[in-house]
């Protein structure tokens, strides 16, 4: 059994720990409250501008696609990883880098795979292949619709340019301060809307259909890595508000039976003073 002074340093030192999980806690507490607000009032507009557009882009005949529709054969692949900058939320960052692994490794095998990280954690795991074109992680320092657009028009840009045929967002989408939920979606080439497109027919244009499309397009991807980013931010506060919550509750199980030892130990110490006592008198008196 480890001495006195040995439990008492364990004990102040899972008492630190305890008081430190619990601040980052109620830290990602309050800044979840401010993302989760930010990210609800965003998806419905971000949802109906996808499926506008979707519906628009469907009724469009032949050349008068969007060159950002182009279907070509898949070559080249840009995997748009959204991570954190920090660590200390669960399985937040590894759930995303273990996706984004099996993408490369499996799903396009075949196929020359680069990367874009969007956060530093992003960057660390995928560094070593030699194969991220940009780190993108001061986004997170200013989180605003114009720095993210920057993005989504560097990847628009190489999109065209023809240096991928397709590009792909993996996230983490936000459900609850204890679930995020692993999303992958297409970025492009935009997809088609399936199932009836005939619902447009009461509209009048103005200007051209063309011309709504081609304007909205460049929007409506801004605004889809946009609500990405947003998703992925609500997300890690939510994961490590949870992280730090279980790590507190294990810290505080974890002191109360460094307690027990500790009162044990010290009894068992007393106890054995006591008979020194008595067996040095009984020697005394014989």
């Not at 991807?221 to 992280?243: C, I, N, P």
Request: glycine share 4%; proline share 2%.
């Amino acid at each position: 059994m480890a001495n006195l002074k040995e439990i008492r340093n364990r004990i102040s030192s899972v008492s630190s720990t305890m008081q430190i999980t619990s601040a980052m806690k109620m830290v990602s507490a309050a800044k979840l409250k401010k993302a989760q607000d930010a990210i609800t009032a965003m998806r419905p507009y971000s949802d109906k501008l996808t499926e506008l557009l979707q519906s628009l882009s469907a009724t469009l005949e032949g050349d008068s696609g969007s060159k950002f529709a182009d279907q070509r054969e898949v070559k080249k692949v840009l995997l748009v990883a959204i991570t954190s900058n920090r660590g200390l939320a669960g399985a937040f960052n590894s759930n995303i880098i273990k996706e984004v692994t099996n993408l490369a490794t499996q799903k396009y095998v075949n196929q020359e795979v680069s990367y874009l990280a969007i956060g530093k954690k992003a960057n660390d795991a995928f560094k070593k292949t030699n194969s991220v074109i940009a780190n993108k992680s001061e986004v997170f320092d200013d989180l605003t619709f114009d720095n993210v657009a920057e993005i989504a028009e560097m990847l628009m840009d190489k999109f065209v340019a023809g240096d991928y045929d397709k590009i792909e967002i993996i996230y983490n989408k936000f459900k609850n301060a204890a679930t995020q939920i692993v999303m992958t979606e297409q970025f492009l080439p935009i997809v088609p809307m399936e199932g009836d497109t005939n619902t447009n027919t009461d509209y009048i244009f103005e200007p051209s259909k063309v011309e709504i499309v081609e304007q909205l397009i460049p929007k409506s991807l801004k605004t889809q890595l946009y609500k990405s980013v947003r998703d992925s931010f609500a997300s890690e506060h939510g994961a490590r508000m949870t992280a730090m919550h279980k790590a507190t509750d294990n810290a505080t199980e974890l002191r109360d039976q460094l307690k027990l030892t500790y009162n044990k130990a010290r009894q068992a110490a007393i106890t054995n003073e006591i008979l020194e006592i008595v067996g040095g008198a009984e020697a005394l008196n014989n």
